[in-house]
């Protein structure tokens, strides 16, 4: 119904409600005694309160189409034009000598006429919502695991949508405060093991989880019965991939194995984190990568005066700005495509382009094959970062995008990296900006990670191959590690490492399990041994490091020795593998060394 139409037709229904009350508070005070100048009254008092109404009303565009449609922002404007047509009316009334209505009829009549008004537009409202429900004989019946707030808005996405695939028929929720509960007339019909009788019961073929932060044991459970009563189970987004948008029907997806390992609520401070990028020119090393990219899209969000993405893959840097441009033009300078191995075109870069915030995550990361070249690691992971540090001479705050494998490292990746986190550390204590460094586990879902790796050799038909049995690792969501990155950027002190909190350790084992039953065929889970330089468990925190928590209960900070670059120039590029392995052991574990007064970085 046009805005215009509906706005003459408000007009009218409110009109004939006041005339309605004040021939109902006449009536209630004289009955049908009514002679001609009682029934004078009521006719001048009626056009007189309509007059009021439209007027007063025009004047707060209640009649203009100013409000949403029965929203509580006019049902607000209609109150207070009542109540203020009422007031008039009564002031009207006791100031004329003989008064054409009785002295309370002005405000019975008032609230009668609101009460009628009111009612008018819920049936209207009512009858909008009715017509825009999905069709019954084409939307398939849907139930919802979680009456919560993302429970609550999939069920009005999907009933406020006339071409919806999905009809939803009732919830199911474990808290027993919700049993009787309807959110939009859709009932709370049972808790988690009435899965299997209210599938059957309601006929729906389809469960979706709407829990956004749901621990991994409560997805498995709900997926576990769903399944076994034959029924589909999806689910809708963490909040970190929800990202800034409520969650909608088009967010329903298919259960991942990221859903199986649990999620982890994150709390920001937005203020905090706006602080140090809104209106900044932020630099990305690596943003062609899993975690670079990810940077990219969330620094993104807070509107930096200018968001630079470096890396050396010129496909990666497309994919990135294509997430971030529709139009994924090349010639945008935010996009960079330089080598972080080339010392002087990194310089020109800082020089010309002049960072504020710097976000390091460029290197190379696959373990097993840095330990057959290490030198190659040797030239990204350790001179690579170098090269950037040196550049940065100017910067308000450098983050260095560190591991897990940084903490007592046995590895070549582990070895440079705990080489960079005290180069960084280093380089805090000469350099006026703050330089620090950020500790995580693996991510789900990076190129090279243990999941893509499961999901390429699934996809072959088998067998997936998993080291050890009882071989264990940290896991997180690429969205969960970026957003804590940015966050631990926001409070972390020079010089020092925070590692973030990676939830229990995962058995690669049953990440693997997981998966396969996720397939569409029979799997089969086959174990290597574990590879050179790779440990049966990884630690967050190495040896003296403690877990301090002082500003976020999911950040630590721990303390870095800084280690001069000077004592880089002690190894021999030129050694073999095993000889430059052993250059890199040590390396690590080299005493902390302070800068000399004046020092250079190179």
Known sequence: MPVRAWNLQAAAADAAAWIAGLFAAILTRYGTDLDRRRLTGFLLAAALAVVLQLAIGHTRHLYRGRYPYASFEE???AAITTGSTAAVLLVLDVLISRRPVPPLAPLAGGAVALVLMLAVRYAQRARRQRRRRPDQRTAAPVLLFGAGEAGTLLVRSMLHDPNSRYLPVGLIDDDPRKRRLHISGVPVLGARDDIPAVLDRTGAGLLVFAVANAEAELVRAVRDRTVAAGATFKVVPSMSELMDHPVAVDDIRDVQVTDLLGRHQIETDLDAIAGYLTGKRVLVTGAGGSIGSELCRQIHRFEPAELMMLDRDE?????VQLSLDPLGRLDDPAVILADLRDAERIRTIFRTRRPQVVFHAAALKHLALLQRHPGEALKTNVLGTLNVLDA??????????STDKAADPTSVLGYTKR????????TASRRPGMFL???????????????????????????????????TRYF???????HLVIQAAAIGRDGEALVLEMGDPVRIAEVARQMVQLARSPVEIRYTGLRPGEKLAETLFGAGEHDDRPFHPLISHVAVPPLDAAQLFRIDPAAGPEQLIAQLDELTSRPATAPRPGSAVR
Do not use: Y
């Open 75 to 77: 049902v607000r404007a």
């Open 315 to 319: 496909s990666a840097l497309q994919a």
């Open 392 to 401: 940065a001479a100017e910067v308000e705050r450098f983050v260095n995008i």
């Open 419 to 426: 080489i960079t986190e005290r180069l960084t550390a280093w």
């Open 437 to 471: 460094s950020v500790r995580f586990g693996n991510v789900l879902g990076s190129r090279g990670s243990v999941f893509t790796t499961f999901s390429a050799q699934i996809a072959d038909g088998g067998p997936v191959t998993v080291t050890h049995p009882d071989v």
């Open 476 to 482: 997180m969501t690429t969205q969960e590690a970026v």
